[in-house]
């Protein structure tokens, strides 16, 4: 069984669109393949970006398939809600989704795909003339999407682009399937920032930045914003350790 949603703009698309789950195990340009994998493909002379979700464990399939709305779904759901609220993201194109009796066995999110220029980590390693700019201004749109009651759960190095354009830069964040809509307090949007694995002199900025966003203490959100980061890197650095021990 397989359920499907398409976004509008691409109904004549419809039958390439439903190939695309074959088409992704023959061909395609790999750009990710860990947990989930991610592949281009051409569509129509237009480029996609195609992510195929790891299966879900015997607890999930279920789940996804009776209880509450599966990755691909949520991933559709929340661009839309996104780009209505003024939040760049990637344009959804559809999500597909194959489940048997025994729930949900196989699952697509399929975007626009995008051209930019870094990501947030490649900022940390390329550290290009302009960072503080970028970095302010990074700031300045994750503020406008706390404005708009969004709490983006992966806030981390690889999931916002940045693209430069003439007027300035542009940012869109990717990987949506885990948001909370809620009201954030200055304090509470502050610990966003604690997974882009910033360094110090990132820190300085982007707190500096968001206490004049929110009316805040500058020093105090520095302070916390390096004391969450750095307790969050030890853990990830301790996490990645005992792994490569075991191996």
Not at 147 to 169: A, M
């Amino acid at each position: 069984m397989m359920d499907c949603r398409i976004n509008p703009k691409y109904k004549s698309l419809e039958k390439v669109i439903l190939d695309i789950p074959r088409r992704f195990d023959e061909e395609g340009e790999v750009i990710e393949n860990n947990r989930n994998v991610i592949k281009i493909l051409e569509v129509e002379g237009q480029r996609f970006n195609v992510k195929s979700f790891k299966k879900p464990n015997i607890v999930n399939q279920f789940a996804y398939a009776y209880l509450r709305k599966g990755k691909a779904v949520r991933s559709f759901e929340y661009a839309n809600m996104l780009l209505e609220r003024g939040v760049d993201t990637p344009e959804p194109v559809a999500y597909i989704v194959y489940r048997n009796i025994w729930g949900v066995t196989r699952s697509f999110y399929i975007s626009r795909q995008e051209e930019y220029d870094y990501t947030f980590r490649d900022l940390r390693i390329e550290r290009p003339a302009d960072l503080e700019f970028i970095l302010r201004e990074f700031t300045k749109f994750t503020y406008h999407f706390h404005s708009q009651s969004i709490y983006f759960i992966d806030h981390s190095p690889g999931n916002t682009l940045i693209r430069r354009e003439d007027e300035g830069v542009k940012f869109m964040l990717v990987d949506l399937n885990r948001i909370k809509f809620m009201n954030i307090s200055p304090f509470v949007g502050l610990k966003n920032f604690y997974r882009l694995n910033a360094t110090d002199d990132m820190i300085d900025v982007i707190a500096d930045e968001y206490a004049r966003l929110t009316h805040s203490d500058a020093v105090e959100m520095t302070r916390l914003l390096k004391e969450w980061t750095h307790a969050h890197d030890e853990q990830v650095r301790r996490r990645k350790a005992k792994k490569t021990a075991k191996s």
